[in-house]
């Protein structure tokens, strides 16, 4: 069974503070997006790679991959108005791409986790392979959670209404796996929720679960931190530090790349 993925990088980094994409903010003096595709290609299981970029960057997107050092070999496609659109809009590049393969391992992953280790990603394919059509990797959750009454009241202050037991809870990651024909038709299923940020998914599990598919969890990684905010990149620089003195890192990852 082919694996092949799918790397989301069309989003704003507004949040970031970022002056264009988030994909293009350097982590190390390499953009974020070169970490995140090498983080998966490193693993020697991907046979094809497709990038999403915001519509208006798709050029610029090829470049900064085509001139990073090694340079990274993968499709740029412009994503849509939200991350489901943008995942769907890659999603038929691969299905173009894969011809008649039926059967393939579809990973998911967002660019802003540029650290992912290659041993998670490995055990999100395996739990593919080894029958399962929706897997996400996940980190059991250390708080205590309370879920809020969002109809109405003071926006200052929201009444709880519940207290989920945390030993179920887990907080979700991507890489996210799943069968070529699971995912096709999660995305099918939840097409017209695409367009709008207020009903799109957040994430392919969800849309996986409203269609009905089972999804199951496997360990995440501490090192799999999503990069949203300034104090996200700063904690991200200082894991890649650790990581490139324990020697953790692939040959070339922390050289400057294109920005």
Same mark, same amino acid.
């Given at each position: 069974?082919?694996?092949?993925?799918?790397?989301?990088?069309?989003? =704003?980094?507004?949040?970031?503070?970022?002056?264009?994409?988030?994909?293009?903010?350097?982590?190390?003096?390499?953009?974020?997006?070169?970490?995140?595709?090498?983080?998966?290609?490193?693993?020697?299981?991907?046979?094809?790679?497709?990038?999403?970029?915001?519509?208006?960057?798709?050029?610029?997107?090829?470049?900064?991959?085509?001139?990073?050092?090694?340079?990274?070999?993968?499709?740029?496609?412009?994503?849509?108005?939200?991350?489901?659109? =943008?995942?769907?809009?890659?999603?038929?590049?691969?299905?173009?791409?894969?011809?008649?393969?039926?059967?393939?391992?579809?990973?998911?992953?967002?660019?802003?986790?540029?650290?992912?280790?290659?041993?998670?990603?490995?055990?999100?394919?395996?739990?593919?392979?080894?029958?399962?059509?929706?897997?996400?990797?996940?980190?059991?959750?250390?708080?205590?959670?309370?879920?809020?009454?969002?109809?109405?009241?003071?926006?200052?202050? /929201?009444?709880?209404?519940?207290?989920?037991?945390? /030993?179920?809870?887990?907080?979700?990651?991507?890489?996210?796996?799943?069968?070529?024909?699971?995912?096709?038709?999660?995305?099918?299923?939840?097409?017209?929720?695409?367009?709008?940020?207020?009903?799109?998914?957040?994430?392919?599990?969800?849309?996986?679960?409203?269609?009905?598919?089972?999804?199951?969890?496997?360990?995440?990684?501490?090192?799999?931190?999503?990069?949203?905010?300034?104090?996200?990149?700063?904690?991200?620089?200082?894991?890649?530090?650790?990581?490139?003195?324990?020697?953790?890192?692939?040959?070339?990852?922390?050289?400057?790349?294109?920005?």
């Amino acid at each position: 069974m082919r694996t092949v993925a799918i790397l989301t990088a069309a989003g =704003s980094g507004s949040r970031l503070g970022a002056r264009g994409p988030k994909a293009f903010v350097a982590l190390g003096g390499v953009p974020l997006v070169v970490h995140a595709a090498r983080a998966l290609l490193d693993t020697g299981l991907i046979d094809l790679l497709v990038v999403t970029a915001p519509a208006d960057q798709v050029a610029a997107m090829g470049q900064v991959l085509r001139t990073a050092r090694p340079p990274v070999v993968a499709e740029v496609v412009a994503g849509g108005a939200t991350r489901q659109a =943008s995942v769907a809009a890659g999603l038929a590049r691969l299905t173009s791409l894969l011809g008649t393969v039926t059967s393939a391992v579809v990973l998911v992953h967002d660019a802003a986790r540029p650290l992912v280790p290659a041993s998670m990603v490995r055990r999100v394919v395996e739990a593919v392979r080894s029958g399962h059509d929706a897997v996400v990797p996940g980190l059991a959750v250390t708080d205590t959670v309370k879920e809020v009454d969002l109809s109405a009241g003071d926006q200052a202050a /929201r009444r709880v209404v519940a207290t989920p037991d945390r /030993r179920a809870l887990r907080s979700v990651q991507t890489p996210q796996g799943f069968t070529l024909s699971a995912l096709l038709r999660a995305h099918e299923a939840g097409a017209s929720r695409a367009q709008d940020e207020a009903t799109a998914a957040t994430d392919d599990a969800s849309l996986a679960e409203a269609a009905g598919i089972d999804v199951w969890v496997v360990e995440g990684h501490q090192d799999a931190l999503k990069v949203t905010t300034a104090r996200d990149l700063a904690m991200a620089e200082l894991m890649l530090t650790d990581l490139h003195a324990a020697g953790a890192l692939p040959a070339g990852t922390t050289q400057a790349g294109a920005s």
